[in-house]
């Protein structure tokens, strides 16, 4: 909800000082309102949030779940299917601030994800691989971008730089290097994105938050004083809804109100994950035709570059964004050219076992930035949409707990308001 600024003037004194700050916080209380904390001499107050629905059970709505629940705050978190059931699920999973991405904002948005990121591993227990990753491309036209995209890293100080085959192979010594100069980006790490929006599940429940899947969200009518949310299963009573609905927010911001596409179509990736092999991969390794990475646990997860084969039955099939292959055979047939296009750069990945092959259908803002923020004019109502959401999940859980219970506007978040689309 939007900030109410309150100025109270301040009392010289210890003492005295923390006497007006009790009364303060007395007078509020009684009004209904909560103190956000102190900006100068400025006091934002909000009226009190008790009750979020979220809308989406993927590693966004996961993490403002866990953050939200937490601090105390009512939380019920509805799916159409499940936790991490679609992108969250099928998900490369690179942690990254990788490129110096415009405007500046993103880059620190993403740079301050990754220290969240430490914190939250520790948190929740939870493993998070830091090994850095190596990229590199055949094509000298990417190569002379990626050589620009270092430059520009290291001039705000990131630990990043070109390096040659030898030092590459002392980063992973599998890996055929072969005339080729590689980008090291040693900040960098992986994660088991499915593990970790089940264990931000988890965690968000144990603090007292509901999760009610399968539920289809068919409508959010904001009304005086709170929210309704509509499902398949009747209808519940909120005082703020977070949508973080992946590729299905076009359908929902429609509804509320929203006249244009917030979301460009979403693409569909193969990510290939074996069953866990001794370690083999030190880094994330991302290349022209594949990217592959090793998680803590020894599965290696490969990702492909060039999107399925652009064919009439194949667009048929992708039309309903499956999740996974019809048949076996089909998805061990796509898996193993997705191995093998790995194994010409890593040849000890040819001939592993395959545990899963599913299809990660990306959400993927018009503009390619992040949507974060109230909806303009409707401030019950809160939008959580990204591609990078797996790099950014714990600062978007933490912000928006903040914006949502603190009553704040956090300028960290300037370049993603909605209204930019508009």
Same mark, same amino acid.
């Given at each position: ?239 703020? %809804?977070?949508? !973080? =609905? #992946? $590729?299905?927010?076009?359908? +929902? ?6 006249? @244009? ?76 050219? %997705?191995?093998? !296009? =790995? #194994? $010409?750069?890593?040849?000890? +990945? ?6 899963? @092959? ?65």
């Amino acid at each position: 909800m939007p900030s109410v600024l309150i100025r109270v003037t301040e009392v010289q004194g210890g003492k005295s000082q923390r006497s007006a700050m009790i009364r303060r916080r007395a007078f509020l209380k009684a009004a209904g309102l909560v103190a956000a904390g102190s900006f100068g001499r400025a006091f934002a107050v909000r009226p009190q949030v008790n009750h979020v629905a979220i809308v989406g059970a993927g590693i966004i709505g996961a993490s403002i779940a866990y953050y939200l629940s937490r601090r105390g705050c009512e939380v019920t978190l509805f799916d159409k299917t499940g936790p991490a059931a679609q992108a969250s699920g099928n998900s490369f999973a690179w942690l990254n601030a990788s490129w110096f991405d415009r405007p500046d904002g993103y880059y620190d948005l993403r740079k301050k994800s990754l220290h969240e990121y430490r914190w939250l591993g520790t948190e929740l227990d939870f493993p998070v691989r830091w090994g850095g990753s190596l990229e590199w491309y055949r094509s000298a036209t990417q190569q002379q971008d990626l050589h620009k995209g270092v430059d520009r890293l290291r001039s705000r100080g990131e630990p990043v730089a070109m390096i040659g085959v030898r030092d590459a192979s002392r980063l992973e010594p599998r890996l055929r290097a072969v005339g080729n100069e590689f980008a090291w980006s040693r900040a960098d790490g992986a994660v088991d994105s499915a593990a970790l929006t089940h264990a931000l599940v988890e965690r968000a429940l144990a603090h007292g938050a509901r999760l009610l899947a399968p539920a289809m969200v068919n409508a959010i009518n904001a009304r005086a004083g709170g929210v309704v949310v509509t499902t398949d299963a009747g209808e519940l009573a909120v005082d703020t %809804v977070v949508v !973080a =609905a #992946g $590729t299905g927010a076009n359908a +929902l911001t429609r509804q509320l109100g929203i006249g @244009v596409k917030l979301l460009a179509p979403a693409t569909a990736g193969i990510i290939v994950t074996t069953r866990p092999v001794e370690p083999l991969l030190n880094t994330v390794c991302y290349a022209d035709d594949c990217h592959f990475l090793q998680l803590p646990d020894g599965r290696v997860v490969i990702g492909e570059k060039g999107g399925p084969p652009k064919t009439a039955a194949h667009r048929a099939y992708l039309a309903e964004q499956p999740n996974f292959y019809p048949d076996d055979s089909l998805a061990a047939e796509h898996a193993r050219r %997705v191995i093998d !296009a =790995a #194994g $010409t750069h890593v040849p000890d +990945l040819v001939g592993l076992q395959i545990e899963r @092959v599913g299809v990660g259908w990306r959400p993927l803002p018009i503009d390619g930035l992040p949507i974060i923020g109230h909806i303009p004019g409707n401030p019950r109502i809160y939008l959580a949409s990204m591609h990078s959401g797996v790099t950014l999940a714990p600062i978007v859980g933490r912000s928006v707990a903040m914006e949502i219970l603190d009553g704040l506007r956090l300028e960290s978040l300037a370049d993603f308001r909605v209204e930019r689309l508009l």
